[in-house]
């Protein structure tokens, strides 16, 4: 179990989604990334061109989410989407999935629409957000058996603009079904140390968090924090 400052960075995706960051909190956010050893910043897709910028040279890679927060856009501007981000230097993408198609059990579609930006992603690592607060266990499992079957890079529990967050629970079922090939991302609720310890012990591999800071260090999350 990762208890060092050091270690534990590594497992986190330092984020920052608000539908009003500034350039300035982006720029924070990549310098933090930068003196922590973060994995990575996990940004909106218009923010990649500057973060980038701001992490040229620097360990932490620049994530981008697709689709984002709602997974219901058209499959081929999703893909457009991940494909400007990695041009604009993404080494990273989240997307979405579309949780209505998989709730009404449209299963092909569900694959098609990731298969589309797995296709534009190449060699760029993919994360499926499943969005785990709208669904059931059966469409959790479902979903990643789905993942598991085109061999993304990761599974993810949830945008943290939805309902609910990540839980034990739900990472337990997903690496359970994805198994030990494909990561396990937490995300939603994850803002200090036990909760993360928690969530790799359970069998996260990454952890989307705007609390990275207050996790290496053990202190307590920020009002509001993803």
Same mark, same amino acid.
């Given at each position: 179990?990762?208890?060092?400052?050091?270690?534990?960075?590594?497992?986190?995706?330092?984020?920052?989604?608000?539908?009003?960051? @500034?350039?300035?909190?982006?720029?924070?956010?990549?310098?933090?990334?930068? !003196?922590? #050893?973060?994995?990575?910043?996990? /940004?909106? @897709?218009?923010?990649?061109?500057?973060?980038?910028?701001?992490?040229? $040279?620097?360990?932490?890679?620049?994530?981008?989410?697709?689709?984002?927060?709602?997974?219901?856009?058209?499959?081929?501007?999703?893909?457009? !989407?991940?494909?400007?981000?990695?041009?604009? %230097?993404?080494?990273?993408?989240?997307? *979405?999935?579309?949780?209505?198609?998989?709730?009404?059990?449209?299963?092909?579609? *569900?694959?098609? $629409?990731?298969?589309? /930006?797995?296709?534009?992603? %190449?060699?760029?690592?993919?994360? /499926?957000?499943? !969005?785990?607060?709208?669904?059931?266990?059966?469409?959790?499992?479902?979903?990643?058996?789905?993942?598991?079957?085109?061999?993304?890079?990761?599974?993810?529990? @949830?945008?943290?603009?939805?309902? #609910?967050?990540?839980?034990?629970?739900?990472?337990?079922?997903?690496?359970?079904?994805? #198994?030990?090939?494909?990561? /396990?991302?937490? @995300?939603?609720? *994850?803002?200090?140390?036990?909760?993360?310890?928690?969530?790799? !012990?359970?069998?996260?591999?990454?952890? %989307?968090?705007?609390? #990275?800071?207050?996790? *290496?260090?053990?202190?307590?999350?920020?009002?509001?924090?993803?």
């Amino acid at each position: 179990m990762p208890t060092d400052p050091l270690p534990l960075a590594a497992y986190i995706d330092h984020t920052l989604l608000a539908a009003d960051a @500034s350039q300035a909190s982006i720029r924070q956010l990549c310098a933090e990334a930068r !003196e922590h #050893g973060f994995k990575s910043v996990c /940004v909106n @897709s218009a923010n990649v061109p500057l973060a980038a910028e701001c992490l040229r $040279d620097a360990a932490p890679l620049v994530c981008a989410v697709v689709g984002f927060p709602l997974g219901a856009g058209l499959s081929a501007a999703k893909a457009y !989407e991940a494909k400007l981000a990695i041009e604009a %230097g993404a080494g990273e993408i989240d997307m *979405v999935l579309n949780i209505g198609w998989l709730k009404d059990g449209l299963l092909d579609q *569900v694959r098609d $629409d990731i298969a589309q /930006v797995l296709a534009a992603c %190449g060699a760029v690592p993919l994360k /499926v957000i499943l !969005e785990t607060g709208l669904l059931d266990d059966q469409q959790k499992t479902h979903a990643c058996s789905l993942c598991r079957e085109l061999n993304v890079a990761f599974v993810k529990t @949830s945008t943290g603009f939805g309902h #609910g967050g990540a839980t034990l629970a739900d990472v337990r079922l997903m690496r359970g079904v994805v #198994g030990a090939q494909i990561g /396990v991302k937490a @995300s939603g609720g *994850v803002r200090d140390l036990a909760t993360a310890q928690a969530m790799i !012990e359970a069998g996260a591999t990454r952890l %989307g968090s705007s609390s #990275g800071i207050a996790i *290496v260090s053990g202190a307590k999350a920020a009002a509001g924090a993803y």
